[in-house]
């Protein structure tokens, strides 16, 4: 809604043929820096501890798999063409992660050693 507004107030100047998501008003990349001072921003407001804006990604993975998401699916999520990389460069161990592997192990040993 937002870029349709902006595409009619800025008219030839607006840069649709760019397709962005995320974009300024003009429809232009936004700028890394700007990016980065707003995230800051924010992260400050928030009385939280400073993170790389990417970190969000490395979270969101780890946050999916403990919420029991199969890999394959957090891997589509993040758009990653391979689940392998996902595991290795974005899922960080948890508790809830740890949890579910304690779950998956107990699994395997009530199979195995039922009766």
Known sequence: TEQAES???????????????????????????????????????AKVPLARLHDLRHGLA???????????TASRILGHASSEFTLQRYVHSTDETSALKRAALAKVEAQLFRG
């Open 62 to 72: 780890s946050y999916l798999i403990g919420l029991g998401t199969d890999i394959n």
């Open 7 to 45: 595409r009619a107030m800025f008219g030839d100047e607006y840069r649709a043929d760019l397709d962005l998501v995320f974009c300024t008003m003009q429809g232009r990349p936004l700028d890394t820096n700007n990016l980065r001072r707003t995230w800051r921003q924010v992260l400050t407001k």
